[in-house]
T-cell receptor
């Protein structure tokens, strides 16, 4: 299994749709996980942190399944402004602040 | 404003001409890191630094050097750039301890080596 693996997409969805992305990771010792959002040609920015079973912030829900070693990001009621690439991020074992980035899943929300 | 500042933002250079990309943060972060981003390969770590005078290789350090003489600055040096170093480069920083994995990125430096 690769260290962090994501479906590259693209996911093309209409406004208002619910869309979910999955990410699998190989390091079973990882305790925290992150979703970053990256707009085209811009820097990545933190979207959500996941420290236990999950986290919810408005229309965004992140869930963690430790047994199967995957995390998911659910976006409800998609907006045009949600169009971006979503990066799954897992700390490298034993090194604080040293992160492994997935290659990202591209989301395009259409009117 | 809390930020990570990279310069230059865009650069076109020629093979073998030494260049430095500067990175500066004003948040008193201990941890700083350089990434390169290429189509289909995602973000790959070049070097990182846990604190002043402490640097370590990331996944793709070949052809790069870094230094951390001051807490706020973490320059990336390409001693003899080659075309395969054409890429989008990001500098990032964070605190250690709680919040260690919440990275603040610079706006990116797009480098083209001819």
């Amino acid at each position: 299994r690769k260290e962090v693996e994501q479906d590259p997409g693209p996911f093309n969805v209409p406004e208002g749709a619910t869309v979910a992305f999955n990410c699998t990771y190989s390091n079973s010792a990882s305790q925290s996980f992150f979703w970053y959002r990256q707009d085209c040609r811009k820097e990545p920015k933190l979207l959500m942190s996941v420290y236990s079973s999950g986290n919810e912030d408005g229309r965004f829900t992140a869930q963690l399944n430790r047994a199967s070693q995957y995390i998911s990001l659910l976006i409800r009621d998609s907006k045009l402004s949600d169009s971006a690439t979503y990066l799954c991020v897992v700390p490298r074992g034993g090194s604080q602040g040293n992160l492994i980035f997935g290659k990202g899943t591209k989301l395009s929300v259409k009117p | 404003e809390a930020q990570v500042t990279q310069n230059p933002r865009y650069l076109i250079t020629v093979t073998g001409k030494k260049l430095t990309v500067t990175c500066s943060q004003n948040m008193n972060h201990e941890y700083m890191s350089w990434y390169r981003q290429d189509p289909g390969l995602g973000l790959r770590q070049i070097y990182y630094s846990m604190n002043v005078e402490v640097t370590d290789k990331g996944d793709v350090p070949e052809g790069y050097k870094v230094s951390r003489k001051e807490k706020r600055n973490f320059p990336l040096i390409l001693e003899s750039p080659s075309p395969n170093q054409t890429s989008l480069y990001f500098c990032a920083s964070s605190f250690r301890g709680l919040g260690a994995n919440v990275l603040t990125f610079g706006a990116g430096s797009r480098l083209t080596v001819l």
